[in-house]
């Protein structure tokens, strides 16, 4: 497999230092009174009410808790990219990765519409001294300016799996609960497809959406089944997606953690940076 990823790019520096650490403090919610659910499959006519034990409605309970928390620190591999880092989902974006694996950039930083590259040895000799690339994505048709790297955030982005596992049609089954990490967690599973999970995202543009479908869809794939492990506060902890195409396969994984804790993302000091001005990077084929 090849290394996935979407739009890159970076314009004027940012510097996001405790701003988006203070939004949702409010911390994460209070646990629910049951967390064991039904062990059937549901796909219920009406809208589910977080107090709704079903599948469903454990599933829509912790998509609620992750429009909470706004916040999380993810351990991701995708495809054959992974990092950790903070990501911010709410209310604006910014993301802080370390890759753990062979890439571009050993650190990658989004602030909103910003984004910065570097950070490494390799960086440094390349840029003169200084340790980061800043760059933006160029505007659309409309003058309305993308995040940079949204492609790898929508990937990342906990609230987004959860609205797709709970969208009209879709049906979640509960697996058993098993352990994870030193804790016991409830496992579900939801089969759907690439049309649909981006579609249940209704909150991106549609250029943003086609990116994400076809990001989800290697080598045509027809199907994905999402795998997501809950704790005992119906906060997700392990996302994975798997789905087979005619020549490529899906096959991701993220682990959070840390949800609506005490995290920031901190954009480099203005003087250690290089203008890269605009650019766009399409996405990588598996």
């Known amino acids: 497999m090849a290394v996935r990823r979407r739009l890159a790019a970076g314009t004027a520096a940012v510097l996001l230092a405790g701003g988006l650490t203070a939004c949702g403090s409010d911390g994460a919610p209070a646990p629910t009174p049951s967390r064991t659910p039904t062990p059937t499959s549901a796909s219920p006519t009406g809208p589910a009410k977080p107090t709704d034990r079903s599948p469903h409605g454990v599933l829509l309970s912790a998509q609620l808790n992750a429009q909470t928390a706004r916040r999380a620190k993810v351990n991701y591999r995708l495809g054959s990219d992974a990092g950790t880092g903070p990501l911010f989902w709410l209310p604006k974006t910014a993301l802080q990765v370390k890759r753990t694996t062979p890439a571009e950039a050993e ?100 250029a943003r959406r086609d990116g994400l479908r076809a990001a989800l869809t290697p080598g045509g794939s027809v199907s994905l089944t999402l795998d997501l492990w809950l704790n005992d506060r119906d906060q997700l902890v392990k996302l994975q997606r798997t789905g087979t195409g005619e020549i490529g396969r899906a096959d991701d994984s993220v682990v959070y953690s840390e949800f609506a804790g005490p995290l920031s993302v901190q954009a480099p000091a203005e003087g250690d940076t290089v203008d890269a001005g605009t650019r766009s990077v399409s996405p990588l084929a598996r």
């Open 107 to 206: 650190q990658l930083i989004v602030v909103d519409t910003v984004a910065y590259q570097g950070g490494d040895a390799a960086a440094t000799a390349r840029l003169g001294g200084r340790h980061w690339e800043r760059f933006s994505v160029p505007p659309g048709p409309d003058g309305h300016k993308e995040i940079p790297y949204a492609g790898l955030i929508d990937l990342l982005n906990p609230a987004e799996a959860l609205a797709a596992a709970t969208a009209d049609g879709v049906e979640a089954q509960f697996v058993g609960e098993e352990k994870f990490e030193d804790a016991t967690v409830a496992h579900y599973r939801v089969t759907t497809d690439a049309e649909r999970y981006a579609a249940a995202q209704t909150q991106l543009s549609p």
